[in-house]
């Protein structure tokens, strides 16, 4: 079944909010996320693997999803709702293989061809970017901008496509209006940790707001 995404798409970063990951979860559910992806490219898995199980609680209490970044194992001993893989990560067949037709499953991808190959997979979702610069990412693959970005969308079939890099509340609606399903969103919540919730919510009123809003929130 076609997974109805949520227009925003919040991803954690320990390092810029300076919180944990459960901590990040709760205020951006309480923000309006319904959807999450934990991401930790610092904490050793054993780190990662507690704070996720901790972040998952939090999640389900709220009746929110949670997403695990890179690590099908984490996510498949913590029944998690999915994982979500690069171009580098294990390959997608033995990751739903092990996860079952249940999981979502997200894979990012940066150009047109790697999009076209990607439709064949056992995807539930495409992320494509970044669109724009980013600095919530080591060595990012090269800018798409946004006529690549509607490329991809010509490409994607009735796939949901994520935008990912650079989204904020300046260009949120021509990311959508360039044909983006969802956008993720790092840096654009975290500035201020203080304010992650009122910043989700911010975003996410901002992006239902859009002619080209017709999912869910
Ligand atoms: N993949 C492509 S860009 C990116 C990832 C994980 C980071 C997006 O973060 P931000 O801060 O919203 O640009
Ligand atoms: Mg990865």
Redesign the pocket.
């Known amino acids: 079944m076609r997974l109805d995404l949520p227009k925003i798409y919040p991803?954690t970063d320990t390092q810029l909010s300076g919180l944990s990951h459960a901590e990040q979860v709760a205020r951006l559910i309480e923000g309006g996320a319904s959807l999450i992806q934990l991401?930790d490219k610092i904490s050793s898995p054993r780190e990662f693997y507690r704070q996720a199980a901790a972040a998952l609680q939090v999640a389900h209490h709220h009746g929110a999803r949670l997403i695990i970044n890179d690590r099908v194992d984490i996510a498949l001993a913590l029944k998690a709702d999915g994982v979500h893989l690069g171009q580098t990560d294990v390959p997608l067949e033995p990751a739903r293989h092990l996860l079952g037709k249940e999981a979502i499953i997200g894979f990012?991808t940066h150009n047109a061809e790697q999009a076209r190959l990607a439709i064949a997979l056992p995807v539930d979702y495409l992320?494509f970017?970044?669109i724009f610069p980013?600095?919530?990412?080591d060595n990012?693959d090269p800018i798409t901008g946004l006529t690549a970005l509607e490329e991809a969308v010509t490409i994607k079939a009735s796939l949901p496509l994520v935008a990912?890099?650079?989204?904020k509340l300046e260009n949120v609606l021509e990311v959508l209006k360039a044909g983006a399903d969802a956008v993720?969103?790092?840096?654009?919540l975290f500035v201020d940790p203080t304010k992650i919730a009122e910043n989700m919510s911010k975003i996410l009123r901002l992006a239902l707001s859009s002619p080209n809003t017709v999912g869910i929130a």
């Open positions: 991803i991401r990012s992320a970017g970044p980013t600095r919530s990412k990012p990912i890099g650079g989204i993720a969103v790092i840096s654009e």
